[in-house]
């Protein structure tokens, strides 16, 4: 027995990384170095707003952790041959992510990151770029062909306080074979459906997990109906099962939740988009309060990037909802 449980807590047995402290005093380096934007993985890469041509951006690859499944490409020297004055609207916003903060210090947590909301989402934000977040600007792009996921994230500083929303849109479809809302009343059909897996894990933060289960189609008395199961486990391991119909909960149903150890909130929308096909769209929405990003020992930060951050820092400061209502709010 021993010897098979040596066999499997390799992972388990590396130390886990101290967890900064806010009196560590992080000491400015002289001369800034130059990061990458949190959607650019890659020479070619990156969202619509930052890089709409796919054009050559550079980036560091010296940022990406261990853990870090994208695998970024060495970029090449820097290609500077884009001097025209002309103001090309085709051409990629040109923001440059500067930081003065000691990068070769891994406990200090510089180079932590966000947790992925979905394991293709391609955006890290890291706690270097909270220090030019005003200018790290919106993104929106897709994940690929499968799964096609679309996605914005949109940062927000209001009174010193950093926040940030990503949105996540699928679409859902069932073939009710060939029915049609002018098919006769007698002819009813129902068809149930599973959700592929790459739609079907959405974890919030570290601490939550929204797991999208199964669909549903019905075509009767001239009406078509559709139907998304899914579950949210919370904060405290508990889960609980929702279940959008639109024939109860009307052409667009949500559900809200939060994190108890974390500054983050989420909401499932299920919505239909077209009623003649039945394609139903799913948006997973999450507000992260990141706090003042001033160090990597704050509490919002750490509970945001800690599965386990501490007795200390155990709980949520604000409320569930909170971040949400800030962000949204006028
Ligand atoms: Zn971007
Ligand atoms: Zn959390």
């Known amino acids: 027995m021993s010897f098979f449980k040596s066999l499997f807590c390799h992972k388990d047995s590396t130390p886990p990384a101290p967890i900064p402290s806010l009196s560590d005093e992080i000491i400015p380096l002289s001369t800034p170095w130059k990061g990458n934007l949190p959607c650019v993985h890659g020479p070619n890469d990156g969202c619509k707003n930052h890089n709409p041509s796919h054009s050559e951006i550079h980036f560091d690859s010296s940022l990406f952790l261990d853990n870090e499944t994208l695998k970024p490409v060495q970029p090449k020297p820097v290609a500077h041959h884009h001097h025209s004055t002309s103001s090309d609207s085709s051409s990629p916003q040109k923001i440059e992510i500067l930081s003065n903060l000691p990068r070769d210090l891994p406990a200090s947590g510089v180079l932590s990151c966000l ?143 939060g994190c108890g150890k974390c500054e983050t909130d989420f909401k499932v929308i299920c919505r239909f988009e077209d009623e003649e096909s039945g394609r139903v769209g799913v948006e997973v929405k999450v507000w992260k309060g990141l706090g003042e990003g001033s160090h990597p020992g704050e509490g919002e930060w750490l509970g945001l990037t800690r599965r386990e951050p501490g007795e200390e820092m155990g709980k949520r400061k604000g409320e569930v909802g909170g971040v949400e209502r800030i962000f949204e709010e006028k």
Request: aromatic residues 10%; contains cysteine; proline residues 5%.
């Open 115 to 257: 947790p992925k909301i979905h394991k293709s989402l391609p955006y890290t934000l890291s706690f270097y770029h909270l220090s030019s977040f005003s200018s790290i600007g919106s993104c929106q792009s897709k994940t690929g062909s499968n799964p096609l996921i679309n996605w914005t994230a949109t940062p927000l500083v209001k009174s010193d306080s950093l926040y940030i929303r990503f949105t996540l849109s699928f679409t859902l479809q069932t073939d009710l074979g060939g029915w049609t809302p002018s098919t006769p009343h007698a002819r009813s059909i129902v068809k149930n459906g599973l959700i592929g897996s790459g739609y079907r894990d959405f974890k919030p933060c570290l601490h939550t997990h929204i797991k999208f289960t199964s669909h549903k189609g019905e075509g009767k008395d001239h009406v078509r109906y559709a139907g998304v199961n899914y579950t949210i486990r919370d904060s405290e391991g508990q889960g609980r099962s929702v279940e959008w119909r639109s024939e109860v909960d009307g052409n667009e149903g949500g559900e809200k939740g």
